[in-house]
């Protein structure tokens, strides 16, 4: 005969500890683009820090928005700092804005540019679906 271990699992009466969730891209870029269109300071926390939201708030620079970056507490996310003039104040790129592959900037300002005469946004492709 097999000797097996066995193990007795049994409820446990309560649960502790903390949980940190990574942060959502989606909602990452969304935060950005609404603290660059709001006149002032916005903090955003516990962001994604993939290279698409990086070069969202890359993007937002190039309009004139003061966007800063650094990790939060556990290094796991990222919390911005974004100033703007608000859209209003917003100025034209000196040259091309690179979206980097990230098609929700490039969606939201190719068919109307966040300031008026601004040049077309190229992205690197593919753009992702």
Aim: overall charge negative; charged content about 20%; some cysteine.
């Amino acid at each position: 005969m097999i000797a097996t271990d066995v193990a007795r699992v049994v409820p446990a009466a309560r649960l502790r500890g903390d949980l940190r969730l990574p942060g959502d891209k989606s909602i990452s870029h969304r935060a950005l683009l609404l603290a660059t269109l709001a006149s002032g300071a916005c903090r955003i926390t516990a962001a994604s820090d993939g290279a698409d939201v990086r070069s969202t708030a890359s993007a937002m620079r190039s309009f004139g928005a003061s966007v800063t970056a650094a990790p939060d507490a556990d290094g796991r996310n990222v919390d911005y700092r974004v100033a703007s003039p608000g859209a209003d104040g917003l100025e034209e790129p000196d040259g091309v804005v690179d979206c980097g592959t990230v098609g929700f900037v490039f969606g939201v300002t190719a068919p109307g540019p966040v300031v008026p005469g601004a040049p077309p946004l190229p992205a690197s492709l593919p753009l992702p679906a």
